[in-house]
């Protein structure tokens, strides 16, 4: 099992309030990254952070904001949820120097909001 | 723009037999990285098996092997003596050679049933 945290693994929030999604890793990689995965759609990528204090948008874009304070640590924020937020969110670290496309996830936070 | 098409939404297999994924892809680029990523119901994602384009032997890990076809744009995956810990949606992933940040193109997955 991959050391990368997530929580909540599951919340059910109301609209208009703020949320953040939590995810740490113990492995001491500097790339991290954000996904968003709807049912039988893919992965994508909507936020990314080479190292502290970097912080990029991905492809997809995103409401939502990160923050890259410390190494281990990359917090996902919601201002104002709404329910076009409902989906499952997938936090992923990588090595710097480790093997290309070699990602480990974490289980996911599963978001709704009503 | 780089793309990774899955067309089979759901497949299904008799435990101890084979199965194959498939997965197609579009790309310009003539060095890249492929994958197969493995998400079992409510656990994490990992990585299964990785192959390099230039590389022309196929990827092999244990049962699990790809059939690689560069010009046909195709990336398969043959689970052999499917067990019922193989139950689990099935990723195809690419990204560019010489990428720093790790960025994978996902599909839409292939959810595998192993049937006792």
């Known amino acids: 099992e991959a050391d990368i945290y997530q929580t909540p693994r599951y919340l059910v929030i109301g609209t208009g309030k703020k949320i953040t999604l939590e995810c740490s890793q113990t492995m001491g990689h500097d790339k991290m990254y954000w996904y968003q995965q709807d049912p039988g759609m893919e992965l994508h990528l909507i936020h990314y952070?080479?190292?502290?204090?970097?912080?990029e948008k991905g492809d997809l874009s995103s409401e939502s904001t990160v923050s890259r304070i410390r190494t281990e640590h990359f917090p996902l924020t919601l201002e104002s949820a709404r329910p076009s937020h409902t989906s499952q969110y997938l936090c992923?670290?990588?090595?710097?120097?480790?093997?290309?496309?070699?990602?480990?996830f974490g289980e996911g936070s599963r978001l709704t909001v009503l | 723009a780089q793309t990774v098409t899955q067309s089979q939404p759901e497949m299904s297999v008799q435990e101890a037999e084979t199965v194959t994924l498939s997965c197609t892809y579009d790309?310009?680029?003539?060095?890249?990285?492929l994958f197969w990523y493995k998400q079992p119901p409510s656990r994490q994602m990992i990585l299964v098996i990785r192959?390099?384009?230039?590389?022309?032997q196929n990827a092999t890990e244990n049962r699990f092997s790809v059939n690689f076809q560069k010009a046909a744009k195709s990336f398969s995956l043959k689970i052999s003596d499917s067990q019922l810990g193989d139950a689990a949606m099935y990723f195809c992933a690419y990204t560019a050679h010489g990428g720093a940040t790790n960025k994978l193109i996902f599909g839409t997955g292939t959810l595998l049933a192993v049937q006792p």
């Open positions: 992923a670290s990588s090595e710097y120097k480790g093997a290309v496309g070699e990602l480990f």
């Open positions: 952070s080479y190292g502290v204090n970097s912080t």
């Open positions: 790309t310009s680029e003539s060095d890249y990285y």
């Open positions: 192959q390099e384009a230039y590389k022309q």
